[in-house]
């Protein structure tokens, strides 16, 4: 895994330092992470897969299933004045994850800000270690993005924080809630969006989430009271 996001690095100062041509308005309005302006009506989808680096010392002991990629599908759509709606939804099996919220976004030439929040949902189950164990919660999300529009790709840096809202975890019979509000996770990621064939892209992100509760891993991870670092690779195609 070390040797894998040593190379994903270089492929990131790769694209960052290769020639430009005058193509970036282009780059610009097919990318999909990057925070450009929509028009009202204006639909753009995602499709991807997420790798993370998990921590061993809390799931050494776990079902392989544990270790599952996600799978994430995005969509967003223009309602004008920089405003637009936007809905992900990322599951792998034992963990299923909806976010349904609004981003604010302009635009100052070759870079674009934006803003975003909304509430997510998550839920997930499974049959293993001897229980049979199921969870549910509310998570709310905020994040802050910049975007720079190169020649013949964009780059964004985004900034996030996830709170706990509310969670609900059975272990068999036993009942563990947690509506205690706290802040579940910071994360920071670069992304670099290119065009692949006509007006789709595809995308490569790293991201770093400083975590407390890491949903995908819910049935071992949340037992731990302390923040753990879990790097992700994201790959995607904007369709």
Do not use: C
């Not at 994430?72 to 637009?84: M, P």
Request: hydrophobic share 45%; proline share 3%; glycine share 8%.
């Amino acid at each position: 895994m070390k040797n894998l996001f040593k190379q994903i690095l270089l492929i990131l100062i790769f694209f960052t330092s290769s020639n430009l041509f005058a193509q970036y308005d282009y780059v610009r309005e097919n990318s999909f992470t990057y925070p450009n302006r929509m028009a009202f009506g204006e639909w753009k989808h995602y499709a991807g897969l997420t790798l993370a680096k998990l921590p061993e010392d809390a799931v050494e002991e776990a079902s392989l299933f544990i270790y599952a990629p996600l799978l994430n599908y995005k969509t967003k759509v223009g309602l004008g004045w920089g405003f637009s709606g936007n809905g992900n939804f990322n599951s792998n099996g034992i963990a299923n994850h909806i976010y349904v919220g609004y981003e604010w976004a302009n635009r100052f030439d070759r870079v674009s800000l934006s803003i975003g929040a909304g509430p997510a949902y998550f839920w997930g189950g499974l049959n293993a270690f001897g229980f049979k164990s199921n969870v549910s919660g509310w998570l709310g999300n905020n994040y802050l993005s910049l975007g720079i529009a190169l020649n013949k790709y964009t780059i964004t840096f985004k900034f996030e924080q996830n709170v706990n809202i509310s969670i609900t975890q059975f272990s068999d019979d036993i009942d563990i809630k947690n509506n205690q509000a706290f802040i579940t996770e910071v994360a920071f990621s670069i992304t670099i969006e290119q065009p692949l064939w006509k007006d789709n892209f595809w995308s490569l992100g790293l991201r770093a989430n400083y975590s407390k509760f890491y949903y995908p891993v819910w049935a071992v991870f949340p037992t731990w009271d302390r923040f753990s670092l879990i790097p992700e690779v994201i790959i995607g195609f904007a369709l």
